[in-house]
């Protein structure tokens, strides 16, 4: 079972407050480090502002070593596929192959009327989305020499040279996810190496799961070729004091947490993590939303990692 940090910066994260997390986390031994992709935040005053996505990772390939980095996940609205593919791809490249691409269809509105972002409706967002895929895994799957051509109701592509390559082969992993129960399903089958869902039941997580290995089975592909993932917003302490102070810095309940999150003492988390790995989860993303606390991140790293 991997354990992955994920963070919320629109909440109120500086490049630098990132960078410590991201290094902490390498530290620690973390699998892989990721971050949302918004720009406005959420119940709070988001100080000092949001930072983009991209150019955050893009930095973190320079500052650290080891650790993967992605998104989870980069909304298909805010940028052109073209251009996030040669961005991504740069990323990966300056990141010696550590890059993971999350990307999915775009939900929040409100960020994208404050920063002039058209928002179409569920239905049209889907559909970019989905020609989003094909345009970016075309332009990186195909061979250096040839062009690569689209025809495309939203984004159609003509003559392009599919330049740059990123560094792993033929591409990054790309991850998506969601609770969608026809479309979400039937792209993660044809598109997705990793299947993610977030903030979900494991009831809810059977079930959708299961639905998206009907949607592979579908189209011929082994089920087993996709990584299925959980994120849980983090809350670990070793005492009742230190849970309940954790729960108080992020502003939420810690009976609710318990309930639908990944809080409790060490072996608590144990316990649910080996719940979401009956489920079929063969990951876990922390959302992990104080940032100024290593000392979170270390606990779990050395009581919690170590027993799954």
């Not at 993660?188 to 979900?200: C, G, I, K, Q, S």
Request: hydrophobic residues 40%; glycine residues 8%.
């Amino acid at each position: 079972m991997d354990l992955r940090i994920f963070t919320e910066p629109q909440q109120g994260a500086t490049y630098d407050d990132l960078l410590a997390v991201a290094r902490a986390a390498e530290q620690f031994g973390y699998d892989a480090f990721f971050r949302s992709d918004h720009y406005l935040a959420m119940n709070t005053d988001g100080l000092p502002g949001p930072t983009d996505a991209w150019i955050t990772l893009a930095g973190l390939a320079r500052d650290t070593s080891t650790i993967r980095l992605g998104t989870l996940v980069t909304s298909a609205t805010f940028r052109y596929p073209g251009p996030l593919a040669v961005a991504v791809a740069q990323v990966d490249a300056m990141s010696g192959g550590r890059v993971e691409f999350g990307i999915g269809a775009g939900w929040y509105e409100e960020e994208h009327r404050a920063y002039g972002i058209p928002f179409p409706s569920l239905g049209e967002r889907f559909d970019r989305l989905e020609e989003s895929l094909a345009v970016i895994t075309g332009l990186w799957e195909t061979p250096v020499g040839q062009t690569f051509d689209h025809d495309g109701v939203h984004y159609p592509v003509s003559g392009s040279p599919a330049l740059p390559k990123p560094v792993q082969s033929p591409r990054p992993p790309i991850v998506m996810g969601g609770m969608g129960k026809k479309r979400t399903p039937a792209l993660a089958a044809r598109y997705a190496d990793e299947f993610n869902l977030p903030f979900v039941s494991v009831d809810d997580t059977v079930t959708q799961y299961e639905r998206v290995r009907q949607a592979c089975r579908a189209i011929d592909r082994d089920p087993e070729s996709l990584t299925y993932s959980s994120a849980l917003v983090l809350c670990c302490g070793r005492t009742e004091e230190e849970i309940a102070r954790r729960a108080a810095r992020i502003g939420r309940d810690v009976a609710e947490l318990r309930e639908n999150g990944l809080a409790g003492s060490p072996a608590e988390l144990v316990d649910k993590i080996g719940r979401y790995r009956e489920a079929g989860s063969q990951r876990i993303y922390l959302q992990t939303l104080d940032l100024a606390d290593l000392d979170h991140l270390e606990l779990v790293a050395s009581e919690v990692a170590p027993q799954i």
